[in-house]
């Protein structure tokens, strides 16, 4: 299957933009998602279909995509922001893909 | 709203199969969504299991699938997990997850709480 790769980890100072990328041929084709996770907890939908949003999450996320690579922005990092973040597709074998995921720390 | 809570036993021996159940509420288990598992192992990432589209169709992850199978009980709206021979290496929180709708099958858009399952002997 393909893969989707990630830096594993970035920092970002309080109310500063941080942006997370993911990359992996399969994004060519098909859209990421992008997940939040804290620890203990279940991972949550953050950013879908490049740039949607659902509802309840800020508009502080954003994302983007441009070839090969999908981002995900935080504009303006809050203390409640600090997780790890996965991006996650598909590939043209219906395999669900995972990035290994960016710890974010916010400073 | 909709609910996924995953249930099973927490240890399992090595060799044995690992059963999971998936209980689905606030909607329906045959409605327009692949319904699957990822699992992760304790401070790693997500892995994805399996999914499968009601009544039937399946789709798995090639390095697991001599060893899963997947089900779903519209009666009961659930989904089933059963990995057989299973060793230390498939200790993790295993997660019951919703995709997106048929067309955006690469989403997850709903998380169970996670079930935590250790392999011993």
């Known amino acids: 299957s393909s893969e989707l790769t990630q830096d594993p980890a970035v920092s970002v100072a309080l109310g500063q933009t941080v942006r997370i990328t993911c990359q992996g041929d399969?994004?060519?084709?098909?859209?990421a998602s992008w997940y939040q996770q804290k620890p203990g907890q279940a991972p949550i939908l953050v950013i879908y279909d490049k740039t949607g949003r659902p509802s309840g999450i800020p508009d502080r996320f954003s994302g983007s995509s441009s070839g090969n690579t999908a981002s995900l922005t935080i504009t303006g990092a809050q203390a409640e922001d600090e997780a790890d973040y996965y991006c996650?597709?598909?590939?043209?074998?219906?395999?669900?893909?995972f990035g290994g995921g960016t710890k974010v720390t916010v400073l | 709203q909709l609910q996924l809570q995953e249930s099973g036993p927490g240890l399992v021996k090595t060799s044995e199969t690992l059963s999971l159940t998936c209980t689905v509420s606030?909607?329906?288990?045959?409605?327009?969504?692949?319904w699957g598992w990822v699992r992760q192992p304790p401070g790693k990432g997500l892995e994805w299991i399996a999914s499968i589209f009601y009544p039937g169709y399946t789709h798995f992850n090639s390095s697991l699938r001599s060893r899963v199978t997947i089900s779903v009980d519209a009666s009961e709206n659930q989904i089933s997990l059963k990995l057989n021979s299973v060793t230390a290496s498939d200790t993790a929180v295993y997660y019951c997850?919703?995709?997106?709708?048929?067309?955006?099958?690469?989403?997850?858009?709903?998380w169970g709480q996670g079930t935590l399952v250790t392999v011993s002997s």
């Open positions: 997850a919703r995709h997106g709708d048929h067309a955006d099958y690469g989403k997850i858009d709903n």
């Open positions: 606030g909607g329906s288990i045959s409605s327009n969504y692949y």
């Open positions: 996650g597709s598909r590939d043209s074998s219906a395999n669900v893909i």
């Open positions: 399969s994004l060519r084709t098909f859209y």
